[in-house]
């Protein structure tokens, strides 16, 4: 090699980028490339983590953090769908907004967004869709707006590229509230800013002022201290302050004490003394100690304020999840995807298996079953043929239907069901906070102490009643309340939702802290929804036969089958002949292969008669496979228990809430059910409609607190109407809309989990309240003694606030074992 | 001590511009979304060819 | 003069960082790491690993500045004063720049870890992976200063460039303050972290090292051309005193830095 080689192989060497270090994935430098190894180090000591790690078996590490970095979890998962009703007249006027002369522009839902390189790729869509004017993706909510230009571009086809990236768009409702409420939010920041800079420079001016006394100040410079703190505080009581005197009045209106009330109170009180201590020149200001709880009591509403947000928009997303189309048929015979609303009566619409009615009609071609579970809590399907109605909501199993549009939106059975909700959500009793119960007597206790007060020295000392009866006011400022009890709270429902629990607010929280009466709906919730094999009796050889014929169907039933027999090698089948609502027949492995319903298999031995029998009493579906017309073996069929039912119920039960089922699905079912989680027979009530499950709350709620679990459109007013509605994993998002509480796990641990953090968060509130009634009946004390200097209640006032604080946060409500 | 004053009024004024800066700010919607922006700076605009997953 | 040295310590531990990042990051994962079974705060796991870190830090930073003490007391007994301070700086100067030309694509010798070594690294992590969480964090911490890092050990060569074990340990401790920020956040993503900066970090890290390295010998040796015409005609003989009357001299400054930090 000559020397001018040599410096070209090190100029190529240099230029040309170098893989990556295998550790830790900064550039490897030229030098230490070594050509044809597997792996390249930028240092020794990456090679040396690298073997560490890999000695100590954590290759799984770097997987790890690759998907941590990349954000990941698996393969971009595309629907394919193709969104033609994106570009629908009714889906424009509904969702998209002109942004200005050229550009239209809509926000959208994206699934699967979760990290910086989902901000990175839905923002370049510009790039990748000509006639993408811009996208903007907020992680937070998961929300993007995009502006286009229509006549480049149409939104089914920037929807179609979201779609290939992974992030399956929907329509976001409700622009114009979530306008209001970003406009809500910026008002909120305001006024902390407004309050945080006066807070500030007031404590600086009290510092001046407090440092003068000690080190003689004089009195010319005091009183313009004095009288510019006068200008900051009373500017901080009439801007952002007055939230405070808003809702006072308005809790005075409404004749309930609101927590708005006693803060009212005592900002005016200290307010007053020190516009009067400034006029006479003398006594102290308590300026500093009040723009700082001005300040201090803004940050903990909007804390409160904005979990609160970040949990209704994590609903919200999940709302707007359900399909919005429908396959409307034109004349002639073909059929065009288009928004669900713009569907008229009359109109026909395909539905093909696996898919979800659009609107109620009648069906008028073609044979399915449905599966109602979500209007009716029935877990089994129901045969539909012409001229047999069928719901909005209800999902199609098998076949393909053409079904005559009788009534859309809100005319349909879920659409009177959804104003039942609504309905029911306004008849439920205002849910009082434990702080706006307390606040009530907190306000009424503080002024008779403070007139008591006044009474007492009035007539020793006019002065010193007077100043007496308001350092009281001050000091007995109710920060536990107002400060401390929002960050409990707070820092309680962060903490649920990060271990998939989303509570909209606290008050849901308290309620769930003392036990009562728990609903639980039984599909879906207690059972895993699905139709599954329980018991298979007879020939287990049979079962490999009866998945290769059942493969060739989508039936719940032939799913179950399927699903029995795991991964085993299955044998293929030919000749498969379905007769809808019976059963299969078949050729696998040259035998002729049955299975079906009892009726479907004419062989009936004796064995097989029992097995029926004890299927039948535990509430289960048999379904008989016959080899070579003889009858083999039976599957019990039906919707198997949760794995931690059972456990969760025990410790439910233990915690002293009082469990029962109520289910729209066979009463026998329903009690076989609560026969193996050890329920009462009378605790488990079948066959409720949505409007019998309305009833039982209502009764119940007659003795007390009640507890609403459940998934369906069935369960949304019962959800509405009790004191706390729970939602669990996979709802209807009319139960969603309903619920005060969003189990995001499958399964009943995570109640248990809610409700005995629940309990933890009013314990620590319950502690903030006695540390703040300890504090104030000392001060309550000190103060009707006359034995407070104003200088002592100012200092007090924000350190006590500060005390509360602190322990609100050091508390471990959720998550943190049992 | 009389530059107090002038200096107080001052200080003051200079508070209330940064205060009106900030509102400005917020009502532009620069504090909407405080996730987004922090996540959107780091990926390079054109980021070298990604490194196969070992 | 020290002073200015820990602040560059400071600096470019702060700015090199990034490194750290990528390097022990797997490390971090899995000292803070969550453990369902018991939930244990992350400050505190933070708290233990970064703990560990700084007491092998400062330990190795006092270890070196007694070294360099040794030395420095050793070269002036031939003649030769701030030995160590010189040879660090140029030690530093000399790693910085091979990495340069590594950048460049020219090939140097290299020092490469005894297997043996390695296989006891390997015995030593795995025995600390089956800690309980909080001792688990610690151990993990403790056992990083053995990682064979060049970047650490350029620091570790600064800190002997004292010549004072308590400005070692001083040196390495601001190391490890400027490390610090980025080991805590590293739990975020590491590529995410070491992303925007993570093509010119190869660059930027050797041009620290030989700013540092250049700040220590200019810094240091500007004084000393008296002290060694000095020494050259006092001589041997003269040496320990002349020590102390050096020591003298340097005083006010190093008084001042030793009660900084």
Same mark, same amino acid.
């Given at each position: ?818 | ?54 | ?73 050793? /070269? ?5 004063? $701030?030995?160590?301070?010189? =040879?660090?700086?140029? !030690?530093? #100067? @000399?790693? *910085? &720049? %091979? ?92 590529? /995410? ?5 993570? $093509?010119?970090?190869?660059? =930027?890290?050797?041009? !620290?090292? #030989? @700013?540092? *390295? &250049? %700040? ?46």
């Amino acid at each position: 090699m000559t020397p001018a080689t040599a410096e070209r192989e090190t100029a190529r060497a240099a230029s040309a980028p170098t893989p990556p270090c295998a550790h830790c994935n900064l550039p490897v430098p030229a030098g230490l490339f070594e050509p044809g190894a597997d792996r390249q180090f930028c240092c020794e000591a990456c090679r040396t983590v690298y073997a560490v790690i890999h000695g100590c078996g954590l290759e799984r590490y770097y997987a790890l953090r690759d998907s941590l970095a990349e954000g990941s979890g698996g393969p971009a998962r595309s629907t394919g769908a193709h969104y033609e009703e994106f570009d629908d007249d009714a889906f424009t006027r509904a969702f998209v907004r002109q942004r200005d002369a050229r550009l239209l522009s809509a926000e959208l839902f994206l699934e699967g967004v979760h990290c910086a390189a989902c901000v990175w790729l839905v923002e370049r869509l510009p790039r990748l869709v000509p006639g993408v004017a811009e996208a903007r993706l907020d992680l937070g909510r998961s929300l993007v707006r995009v502006s286009w230009e229509p006549s480049r571009v149409r939104l089914s086809e920037i929807a179609r590229a979201l779609d290939r990236l992974g992030y399956a768009p929907h329509p976001a409702r409700d622009a114009r509230a979530r306008e209001a409420a970003r406009r809500e939010d910026r008002r909120f920041l305001v006024r902390i800013a407004v309050a945080g800079a006066i807070a500030g420079n007031c404590m600086l001016l009290a510092l001046a002022l407090y440092s003068g006394m000690v080190s003689g100040i004089e009195a010319e410079f005091r009183q313009f201290f004095r009288w510019i703190s006068l200008g900051l505080g009373l500017l901080s009581l009439a801007w952002p302050g007055r939230v405070f005197f808003r809702g006072a009045i308005a809790s005075l209106v409404a004749r309930a004490p609101r927590l708005d009330l006693p803060i009212a109170i005592g900002l005016a009180a200290a307010g007053i003394v020190g516009v009067v201590n400034v006029l006479r020149g003398e006594g102290d200001v308590y300026f500093d100690a009040l723009t700082v709880l001005v300040f201090l009591l803004l940050s903990g509403r909007w804390l409160q304020h904005r979990q609160q947000r970040s949990a209704a928009d994590a609903v919200e997303l999940l709302y707007s999840l359900a399909p919005a189309w429908a396959r409307l048929v034109t004349p002639d015979g073909t059929s065009r995807r288009v928004g669900a609303a713009s569907l008229r009566p009359g109109d026909t619409v395909e539905v093909r298996a696996e898919e979800t009615f659009p609107a109620d009609g009648v069906v008028e071609s073609g044979r399915t079953e449905i599966d109602a579970s979500v209007l009716t809590g029935e877990s089994r399907p129901v045969a539909v043929g012409p001229g047999d109605p069928v719901h909005a909501a209800t999902t199609s199993l098998s076949g393909r239907v053409l079904v005559r549009v009788q009534a859309i939106g809100a005319e349909t059975r879920v659409g009177r069901l959804m104003a039942g909700v609504e309905d029911a959500a306004r008849r439920r009793a205002p849910i009082v906070a434990l702080t706006d119960r307390i606040a009530g007597w907190f306000v009424l206790v503080v002024t008779t102490l403070a007139a008591i007060t006044f009474a007492l020295w009035v007539r020793h000392d006019p002065a010193k009643a007077m100043e007496s009866a308001l350092a009281l006011l001050i000091v007995t400022c109710p920060c536990a309340l107002g400060l401390a009890t929002p960050l409990a709270i707070t820092a309680a429902v962060g903490r649920a939702s990060r271990r998939g629990i989303l509570v909209k607010g606290g008050a849901a929280l308290e309620h769930l802290a003392r036990p009562g009466v728990m609903l639980l709906d039984k599909t879906g919730t207690v059972t895993q929804g699905r139709l599954a094999v329980v018991r298979w009796e007879g020939d287990a050889d049979a079962i490999p036969l009866a998945a290769a014929l059942e493969s060739h169907s989508s039936h719940p039933v032939a799913r179950a089958i399927v699903a029995h027999a795991g991964d085993a090698d299955t044998p293929s089948a030919s000749g498969v002949s379905q007769s809808l609502g019976a059963g299969v027949r078949g050729t696998v492995n040259g035998r002729l292969v049955e299975v079906g319903s009892v009726s479907f298999v004419a062989d009936r031995p004796a064995w097989l008669v029992e097995a029926i029998a004890r299927a039948v009493a535990d509430a289960l579906s048999p379904v008989v496979v016959a080899v070579d017309g003889r009858a083999v073996a039976l599957a019990a069929l039906g919707d198997p228990v949760r794995d931690d039912a059972r456990a969760s119920i025990d410790t439910l039960r233990a915690d002293g809430w009082r469990v029962r089922l109520l289910s729209g699905d066979h009463p026998e079912v329903v009690r076989a059910v609560g026969r193996s989680l050890g329920l009462d027979e009378r605790d488990c009530v079948g066959a409720a409609t949505p409007e019998h499950k309305l009833r039982v709350v209502e009764h119940e709620l007659s003795h007390g607190t009640v507890v609403v679990v459940g998934d369906g459109v069935n369960d949304a007013a019962a959800l509405a109407r009790a004191t706390v509605g729970v939602a669990v994993s996979g709802g209807a998002e009319a139960s969603l809309a309903a619920a005060d509480a969003y189990l995001r796990t499958p399964g009943l641990a995570p109640i248990v989990e809610l409700c005995r953090g629940s309990r933890r968060t009013v314990g620590v509130i319950r502690r903030n309240l006695g540390a703040s009634l300890a504090y104030n009946a000392v001060a309550v004390a000190l103060c009707m003694a006359g034995l407070i200097s104003s200088l002592l209640a100012a200092v007090l006032m924000p350190l006590s606030s500060l005390t509360v604080v602190f322990l609100s946060y050091r508390s471990r409500t959720f998550g943190g074992g049992t | 001590m009389s530059v107090i004053y002038l200096v107080l009024p001052l200080a003051i004024v200079l508070a209330a511009l940064g205060v009106w800066a900030f509102i400005r700010a917020a009502r532009q919607g620069q504090f909407d979304d405080l996730e987004t922006p922090a996540a959107r700076m780091l990926p390079d605009d054109d980021p070298p060819e990604q490194a196969p997953r070992s | 003069m020290t002073l200015a040295l820990i602040g560059a310590v400071l600096a470019a531990s702060l700015l090199g960082s990034a490194h750290c990042a990528g390097m022990c990051g797997a490390f971090v994962a899995l000292a803070v790491g969550a453990d369902d079974a018991r939930p244990v705060p992350r400050s505190l796991l933070h708290a233990a690993y970064n703990g560990g870190r700084l007491a092998t830090y400062l330990t190795l930073g006092a270890l070196a500045g007694l070294a360099g003490s040794a030395l420095d007391l050793g /070269a002036s007994a031939v003649g030769v004063q $701030r030995a160590a301070a010189a =040879l660090a700086g140029t !030690l530093m #100067v @000399a790693f *910085g &720049l %091979g990495q340069l030309l590594r950048l460049r694509g020219v090939r140097l010798p290299r020092f490469r870890p005894p297997a043996p070594f390695q296989r006891a690294l390997t015995a030593a992590h795995r025995g600390a992976f089956a800690l309980p969480p909080v001792a688990r964090a610690g151990a993990i911490g403790l056992l990083t200063t053995l990682l064979p890092c060049g970047w650490l050990y350029a620091f570790v060569i600064a800190a002997a460039g004292t010549g004072d074990p308590f400005l070692g340990a001083a040196a390495m401790g601001a190391f490890w303050l400027g490390t610090l920020p980025m080991m805590v956040i590293v739990g975020v993503g590491v590529r /995410a972290v070491t992303g925007p900066l993570g $093509r010119r970090l190869p660059v =930027l890290m050797p041009m !620290l090292l #030989v @700013a540092v *390295g &250049l %700040g220590s010998v200019l810094g240091r040796v500007r004084l000393p051309p008296m002290h060694a015409a000095d020494a050259n005609v006092v001589g041997v003989v003269g040496a320990i005193d002349h020590v102390r009357a050096a020591d003298q001299a340097d005083l006010p400054c190093c008084a001042g830095s030793e009660g900084e930090p």
